[in-house]
C-alpha cells in the first residue's frame, strides 16, 4: 500500500488545499470517499465518481473507461501523497483516512465561506 507522503498544511494549509482540490474530479473523490466505506475498491469508487459527475454532466453518461484511468493515475496518487487517502495498486483498493477527509472537506467548507463573503 503507497504510504502518505505528504500531509495537508495544519496552519490554513491553502497552497495544499488548492492543490488537492484543484481538479473538479478529485473533489468528487474527497466527497465520496466521506460517505463511503473507509477501505472501498477502485471499482465501487468509480461508480460513485461517474454518477456524480454524470449528474452534473445532465444525464449524459460519463465513461467508467476514462474516470477508472484517470483515478488509478493521476487523482488516486496525488490524494495519496497529500496523505488524504493510501492507494494499493496490486489490489485497487483506497482506503481512506477519515480524520483527513473530514479536515478536507472542512477546510474546503471555510474556505468557500470566506471566498463567498469576499464577493
Do not use: F, N
Amino acid at each position: 500500500m503507497a504510504a502518505p507522503k505528504r500531509q495537508l498544511a495544519e496552519d490554513g494549509g491553502r497552497e495544499s488545499l488548492a492543490r488537492v482540490l484543484a481538479d473538479r474530479r478529485r473533489q468528487h473523490v474527497v466527497e465520496a470517499l466521506d460517505s463511503l466505506d473507509d477501505d472501498v475498491s477502485l471499482g465501487t469508487l468509480v461508480d460513485d465518481i461517474r454518477a456524480r459527475e454524470t449528474r452534473e454532466a445532465d444525464g449524459r453518461a460519463v465513461d467508467r473507461q476514462t474516470v477508472a484511468l484517470s483515478l488509478h493515475h493521476v487523482h488516486l496518487p496525488k490524494l495519496a501523497d497529500a496523505g488524504v487517502l493510501a492507494y494499493d495498486l496490486k489490489r485497487k483498493r483506497v482506503t481512506r483516512d477519515r480524520q483527513r477527509v473530514s479536515d478536507l472537506l472542512r477546510m474546503a467548507e471555510d474556505a468557500y465561506r470566506v471566498l463567498s463573503s469576499e464577493v
